[in-house]
């Protein structure tokens, strides 16, 4: 005896080897044997073999007209065997009841199963409905493939252009767009990424990049809403006249100095930032957008600022205009450089000229200024200023040592990245050049001043600080944000509040609305200050900026990191020095590209080497590159530089990076000394994560 039986959803047949109770063993055209309940046989027969009955019905199932089945069926509950006497129009043979059995299993939407062996017929809407679905994938099925085909043949089909963005980084998976990108990426052995590059969906792996940092922090877009912008407010003018030192590239211009020598022989210098607190209130219109954005992002030849361009206009401090400011003012006497007196002040400052570095740098040198050559504007105030600086940092020197911290390494080379018409120019600058150093102090000095102002008020503020955490010494070194006074150890401060470019960071201008209730109310300034003790709010704003700000330093790195290849190809490198940062991690001496070479001997710190660069690529952000050979020492300038920049790694605080593109921002000790720790650890886990620079960011 042979049976037809269903076995795990599948047809089976097989022959009867013995019987035992409501159980068959039988064994398979296959040879396999198998148990079989009593309640899963559909048929029992005798001829033919169980091979042939299958065969035969698998035929049968291929020639049911479906849609006459269905006819025939009606609407009640029926048995196969009872549909196959009226459709074959006998008591049907045993490998046309199994063809109908399977005809009936394959055919859901119009048969829907109620037993073993029973099924209904399904209704005609929804019937109607099911076939209208399935011809609707049909459709999609060939439209899909027609995707596929002319993506593999080099073109963007029109209906996906719309949809690129989405596609690459928020795709919808069961889409007919996305299936077909998939299939024709797989097909091609490549990547969506590098597909649509190839058809020319994306321009370049820089808009790549771009679009995928504005779609994850810029999902509206980079444009501003039409906004009232706030007219600048009656000050009394300051007496003085000053003057700002950035980068040729600086819109934000955030501070200036001036310098005014007394008739009793002490100098009054005056630190002046702009004050766009003046015309911002918290909650307005124009606060909402600052507080969404956090800063100003900054990427080699592009930034997308914090504050509409109207404003920053309105507010940044213009060469020829008297613009608002909040003074710091100090009088010192020059025999010793002690501070004499201090005083803040809410006023109009008359700004001279707007210097820059690509105009000074070559002039104002330590040389020169030590022997009152070369002939530029402000001369005299600068040569003052830079004497007051070198006093200054060696206060903030001997105080860092008193933390049991070592000197900080102010020999370190800075990169500064240029982008026009798609060429990129990468320079090398060293830092801790006076104009750097007068700017770094003299910012520093009124971040640690205006803190202690706040504290001294009893008036809460965002302050940076590093130290006297718990835990490992880089756990204890770590810098953080917190919004009471507190040591900034790296630095060699007794507290220091971000204060100085509320123009491009939210928490400057948070910190101005503070400062300058101190300066309006003295005492009674915790009352009517912005932000009131305890207020909730500033905590909230210290955490969205932290994430904030980390996002946009990996993106500027992940740029800069772009740039850096993109000037391999348009210099044709291939054979370049580099300098060994730690174990198997190297960086180029030309630029501040950081490549890892697995299995390299373990060279001692800053030697040099020869690498040959295999190839790269700016999709991914990695390099190839062998070691070609190890030179006996550091072989010029650059080399030695580049080993200062990792010198005393282990003190290197594991902070963020700087954003700011001045250079005076770029030297904020500990921050800006642990991007290059942070470059480091970056490469190590893995080329696309890591960090183009280990100090300086993108001048903007």
Not at 139 to 155: C, F
Not at 409 to 425: A, G, K, M
Not at 533 to 558: C, N, R, T
């Amino acid at each position: 005896m042979n049976l037809f039986f269903e076995e795990s959803g599948d047809f089976k047949a097989g022959a009867v080897l013995s019987q035992q109770g409501e159980a068959y063993q039988v064994e398979l055209p296959t040879g396999k044997r198998t148990k079989v309940r009593a309640r899963d046989v559909l048929l029992q027969f005798a001829a033919p073999t169980p091979a042939d009955m299958l065969a035969a019905a698998h035929q049968v199932a291929e020639e049911v007209d479906l849609d006459f089945l269905w006819e025939v069926a009606g609407q009640e509950e029926f048995g196969f065997a009872e549909l196959g006497a009226e459709y074959f129009g006998h008591a049907p043979l045993p490998h046309e009841a199994a063809g109908l059995v399977l005809k009936l299993h394959s055919a859901p939407i119009y048969f829907h199963r109620k037993g073993r062996g029973r099924y209904k017929a399904a209704p005609e809407t929804a019937l109607k409905a099911a076939l209208a679905g399935l011809e609707k994938k049909r459709q999609q099925a060939l439209v899909q493939a027609a995707y596929v085909d002319e993506l593999k043949a080099g073109r963007l089909p029109d209906a996906m252009r719309p949809l690129t963005t989405q596609l690459l980084f928020k795709p919808d998976k069961n889409s007919i767009e996305y299936k077909a990108l998939d299939a024709a990426a797989s097909a091609l052995q490549t990547t969506p990424q590098r597909l649509m590059l190839s058809v020319g969906a994306i321009a370049s792996p820089r808009e790549l990049h771009l679009t995928r940092f504005l779609l994850e922090n810029f999902p509206k877009g980079t444009g501003f809403p039409r906004v009232a912008i706030p007219a600048r407010p009656a000050l009394p003018v300051a007496e003085v006249e000053a003057f700002s030192i950035d980068d040729v590239t600086t819109t934000e211009i955030d501070d200036a100095f001036s310098v005014v020598r007394q008739a009793d022989g002490l100098v009054k210098v005056g630190i002046h930032i702009a004050a766009p607190g003046l015309g911002i209130e918290r909650n307005d219109a124009i606060d909402a957008i600052a507080r969404a954005r956090m800063s100003t992002v900054y990427m080699p030849g592009d930034k997308i600022t914090m504050l509409p361009d109207e404003l920053v206009q309105a507010y940044t401090l213009a060469e020829g205009q008297d613009c608002p400011a909040l003074s710091l003012y100090l009088t010192l006497d020059p025999a010793d450089w002690r501070v004499v007196s201090s005083e803040t002040r809410i006023e109009a400052v008359p700004i001279g000229a707007n210097l820059r570095h690509n105009d000074l740098d070559a002039l104002v040198t330590e040389e020169n200024l030590a022997a009152g050559a070369g002939e530029y504007r402000y001369k005299d105030e600068i040569a003052l200023l830079w004497q007051w600086a070198q006093s200054l940092e060696k206060g903030r020197m001997a105080k860092r040592e008193s933390f049991g911290l070592k000197p900080e390494q102010n020999n370190r080379v800075d990169f500064n990245f240029y982008v026009e018409d798609d060429v990129v120019t990468i320079s090398r600058r060293k830092r801790g050049a006076p104009l750097d150093k007068i700017v770094a102090e003299l910012m520093i000095l009124a971040n640690s001043s205006w803190g202690k102002l706040m504290h001294d008020h009893g008036v809460p503020g965002i302050y940076r600080a590093q130290g006297g955490g718990s835990g490992g010494w880089a756990t204890r070194m770590q810098v953080r944000m917190v919004t009471h006074a507190a040591p900034h150890q790296g630095l060699g401060v007794d507290q220091y509040a971000w204060s100085t470019s509320p123009l491009r960071r939210y928490t400057d201008l948070v910190n101005q609305w503070q400062i300058m209730a101190c300066v309006q109310h003295g005492v009674t300034a915790p009352l009517v200050a912005t932000f009131k003790p305890k207020d909730a709010d500033l905590y909230a704003i210290v955490s969205a900026f932290d994430g904030a700000y980390a996002a946009y330093a990996e993106f500027q790195s992940a740029m800069e990191r772009y740039w850096c290849l993109r000037w391999l190809s348009q210099e044709q490198a291939r054979q370049v020095e580099a300098v060994v940062l730690k174990d198997e991690i190297v960086r180029l001496v030309e630029i501040p590209l950081v490549l890892k070479l697995p299995g390299m001997t373990p060279l001692a710190r800053g030697t040099g080497v020869k690498l040959d660069l295999l190839r790269w690529d700016e999709v991914d952000l990695s390099v190839e590159a062998r070691l070609l050979e190890v030179e006996a020492g550091p072989g010029d300038a650059s080399v030695a530089d580049a080993e200062d920049a990792l010198a005393d790694e282990e003190e290197l605080a594991a902070g963020m990076p700087p954003l700011d593109p001045d250079p005076a921002q770029q030297t904020e000790a500990a921050d800006a000394a642990a991007a290059a720790h942070a470059a480091v650890d970056a490469v190590e886990s893995g080329p696309a994560e890591g960090d183009a620079s280990d100090a300086a960011p993108a001048a903007a």
